[in-house]
C-alpha cells in the first residue's frame, strides 16, 4: 500500500466526477461523506413538492462507486483538516491521511445572519429539508380543511417564497400549479385554486443570472401560472405568523404560516477552516478563491472544487452549477494524476453548454450559447436534459414515468407525510 | 344537512372500505386519521429494507376518496369518544358530532410491558418505523466499513429479528438476500455475505397461523436463504449491546447491536375507551369484542373492525389480516344503512379466500382453500397477488418495475437514508 493517497471530501456532483475521473489510476481513493446519497440536487424541489420519491433522486455513493476497486467510500462527517499533518480529522476523532486532497463540501443556504429565521422559514438543500418542506406544505392545506375562521384560513393557504433564483422560481412556480390543478375537488370546506402564492425578490428581477429579457419572460410565466412576483421586496423580519418586507413605497406585513427560503447561499464551513490553515483567501459568502489549477497557494496538494471555490474562467466567474462542479473535478483529478507524474497542472477552464431554469408546467426559461428561449420548448428540454444526466437508470425510469403520470393527470404521487413530521409543526 | 352523519375512524383497510361502501349513499361521511396516506401495510418491509419508496405503498387518503361527494376526510388525532354525547373528540379539543361510529383504528406492535425495549429493537407499524429501520440498517453496514475490530465488526453484522410471525420472517428473509445478493462488492473492508441474520421465535414454529407442514416448510426457506431459524427462545432482556433469550438448553447472550421487533401486537387504545364506555368486553391483547354484526353490546350505533376488533366466523376466529377488515368495513357500512332503512342488520361472515407469506427470492408459503404450497409458485402469486391489491394505477407500475429491477439486477433502489436518522443511532 504505498500507493498514493487521495481523499475527497463529499460526493456530490464534483467529488463524485473527480472520484470517477480517478478509476484506473494507480492510487488509492477514499470519498467522505456525511450522508449514504448522492443527491441529484436539481430536481430536489420535485421532493419537496410531493412530485418525486426520494430514492429516485438519490443513489448510494458506494453503489455509484462499486466498481472502482481503488475506491473506498465511508460515511464520515469531517470536522476539520490537519494541513501540516495532511490528514483529514473525523467528528468521531479518526483521521484520514492523505497525499492529495479534493474538498468539494459545497454550500448551504444563509439566513444573512438571522439564523432564528430557520424555524419559520425552512430552506432547501437536502433531503432532510426536502421532506421537512413537503410536509409542511401538504400539512398546510390540511390544516386549512379543519379551519372556519376565513381570515385564518386564508393567511394558512398564503405562502409566501423568499428569494428569485432557481430553488425560489422552482418552489413558488410549483406551489401555485399544485392549489391549480393538483388538489381541487379534494378539499371539501375550501377550493384550493383560493391559495395564494407570493413570491419575493429583494432585486429589480427574478433568475438575475440570465439575461434581462428571460428573467422578464420567468417572471410572466410565473405570474401566468397565479404567482405574484414582488421584486425590490426586502425581507426584514419573519416570524410564526407572518413576514415583514421593505420596498421602495414603505414596509408591509404579510400574514401567513408558510414560508419557504430560497434566498442566500453559504459556502461549508470547512472552507473557513482551509482558510485559517493555508492563508487562502474567503469571500462573502465563505468560499475559497483559488489558483487557476484549482489548488490553493503554497499548498498544491490541496484543490478545492464545486461550491466551495471561487474562480474565474474566460474573465468570468464561474457558476455555482452542477456542470460547473462535474468539470471542476475531472480538472482537480487530472491535475493530481499530472503532479503525481511530475508533469504541470493545467489551469481550470469552464466549457458552458447553457444553462436552464424550470418555472413549470410548460414553463422554463433556457440560454444556450446565443440561443435565448423561454416556455414550452424550454421546458421540454429542461425535462429531457434533467432525465438524462440522471444517475442510475432505473431512476431515469422512474423520473420519466412520474412525470408523464403528472404530465396526464396532474396528480403528484408522492403526497404523503409522517404522523411525526406533522407533530413538529 | 339533517343527514345521518357517519364518523369512520381510521382508513386503513378497514375504514377505507367502510367509506368506499358509503359512496352513494345519501349520508355525510367523516373520515379521520392521523396520517395523510392510506398505508399498504402488507409491503411495509419492503420500505424498511429499501425495496420500494414510500409514496409506492401510500396513497393520500382524500386523493382516494375525492370522488365522494358526501365525504369529508380529516387529519386528526383522536384522543376519546363521548358515547353519551356521540362525538368524537379531537386531541386538539374539537368535537365531532355522528350519528353512527365506525371505529377502525387498528393495533400497534407491543413490548409486552417491557416498553424499554423500543429503543433497542424497533417495531415495523408505520412509515415512520419503516424509514426509522431502514436508516438502522443502512447504517450498520456503513458503520462497518469503519470498523477494524473483528469481533465488534461482527456484532455490528448481527441481526436479531424477534418473533416468527410474518413481519419476523419477512424482515428475515429479506436482510439476509440484502446481505448475500444486493450489497456483496460495495465494501472494501468486510464482505457482506459474513452477516448473520437470526429469527428467534417463542413458539415451536414460525407462521404458526398456517398449518405445521407449511411452518416447517417456511423453516427450510428461511434457512436456505441463510436465516439462523431459532425456535423455542424466548427474549428475557434487550439493550444496546445484545439479547438475553432462554431456552430449553439455557440461557444465553446474543451480542448485536441491530434488533428488529416482529413480535406482539396489541390494539389501538381506542378500544379500551370504547370497553369503558360501553362496558364491552376487551381481549388479552385489547380487542374489542362485538357482536355479530360488528355493533358494540347495548350500542348499535358503534360498530368496531378490523384489527380492532374480536369476532369468530364459522366457529374460527377471524384472522387480523387486510382481506378481513375489507370485508368488515364493508359489511358495517352496510349495516349501518340498513339500521338507517329500519331494517335488521346482518351477522359478519369471513370469506376466507386463502393467505400467503412471503419468505425472500422465490420463496414464500400459501393456503387457498384446500390447496397448501411452498417455495416458486406461492412467491409468484404473493406477488401478483400484492400488485393487484396495491392502490393507485401508478403504484401498481412503480412498484412492478422496481421489482423487475430487483430481480434482474439484485439491487434495492432505495437505499438512501438522511443526515440527521443517522445521528439517532
Known amino acids: 500500500m504505498t500507493r498514493p493517497r487521495i481523499v475527497i471530501i463529499g460526493a456530490g456532483f464534483g467529488g463524485l466526477a473527480a472520484a470517477k475521473a480517478l478509476k484506473n489510476a494507480p492510487v488509492d481513493v477514499t470519498v467522505l461523506d456525511r450522508t449514504n446519497h448522492h443527491l441529484f440536487q436539481p430536481l430536489l424541489y420535485q421532493v419537496a413538492t410531493a412530485g418525486l420519491a426520494a430514492p429516485s433522486i438519490a443513489a448510494p455513493i458506494r453503489h455509484v462507486l462499486r466498481k472502482q476497486a481503488n475506491t473506498t467510500v465511508l460515511l464520515a462527517e469531517v470536522s476539520g483538516v490537519d494541513v501540516a499533518a ?56 390540511e390544516h386549512a380543511e379543519r ?5 385564518a384560513r386564508a393567511a394558512c393557504l398564503r405562502f409566501v417564497v423568499i428569494g428569485g433564483g432557481p430553488t425560489g422560481v422552482e418552489m413558488a412556480g410549483t406551489l401555485a400549479e399544485i392549489a391549480r390543478h393538483t388538489l381541487p375537488g379534494e378539499f371539501r370546506r375550501f377550493d384550493a385554486r383560493a391559495t395564494e402564492v407570493l ?18 419572460s420567468a417572471r410572466r410565466q410565473l405570474e401566468s401560472l397565479g404567482v405574484q412576483v414582488r421584486l425590490n421586496t426586502r425581507v426584514t423580519a419573519i416570524d410564526a405568523q407572518g413576514v415583514e418586507v421593505s420596498t421602495p413605497a414603505g414596509s408591509e406585513r404579510i400574514a401567513t404560516g408558510n414560508v419557504i427560503w430560497g434566498a442566500g447561499v453559504k459556502a461549508s464551513p470547512l472552507g473557513k477552516v482551509l482558510a485559517e490553515a493555508t492563508g487562502a483567501t474567503l469571500d462573502r459568502a465563505g ?14 496538494e490541496i484543490s478545492v472544487i464545486g461550491d466551495l471555490a471561487v474562480i474565474e474562467s474566460s474573465g468570468k466567474p464561474v457558476p455555482g452549477i452542477a456542470p460547473a462542479a462535474k468539470q471542476m473535478g475531472v480538472c482537480a483529478a487530472a491535475n493530481v494524476l499530472a503532479r503525481l507524474a ?42 429531457f436534459a434533467h432525465i438524462f444526466f440522471l444517475i442510475g437508470f432505473r431512476n431515469r425510469i422512474a423520473v420519466m414515468i412520474d412525470w408523464a403520470a403528472q404530465y396526464w393527470t396532474m396528480q403528484r404521487h408522492a403526497r404523503i407525510f409522517l404522523a411525526d413530521e406533522k407533530k413538529r409543526q
Open 287 to 300: 468560499r475559497v478563491q483559488v489558483l487557476p489549477d484549482l489548488s490553493l497557494p503554497l499548498h498544491p
Open 86 to 141: 495532511r490528514e483529514v480529522l473525523l467528528e468521531d476523532g479518526e483521521r484520514v491521511p492523505y497525499d492529495h486532497l479534493i474538498v468539494a463540501s459545497g454550500a448551504t443556504h444563509s439566513y444573512f445572519g438571522r439564523d432564528d429565521w430557520a424555524e419559520h422559514a425552512p430552506g432547501l438543500k437536502t433531503l432532510d429539508d426536502a421532506y421537512a418542506i413537503r410536509s409542511r406544505v401538504l400539512a398546510t392545506f
Open 342 to 383: 511530475g508533469q504541470p497542472a493545467r489551469a481550470f477552464a469552464y466549457q458552458d453548454y447553457g444553462s436552464m431554469a424550470t418555472i413549470g408546467r410548460h414553463r422554463a426559461i433556457a440560454q444556450i450559447g446565443r440561443f435565448k428561449f423561454g416556455g414550452l420548448l424550454a421546458w421540454w428540454l429542461w425535462l
Open 147 to 151: 379551519l372556519t375562521d376565513p381570515a
Open 199 to 216: 413570491l419575493l425578490e429583494g432585486g429589480p428581477r427574478v433568475l438575475a443570472a440570465y439575461p434581462e429579457d428571460l428573467s422578464e
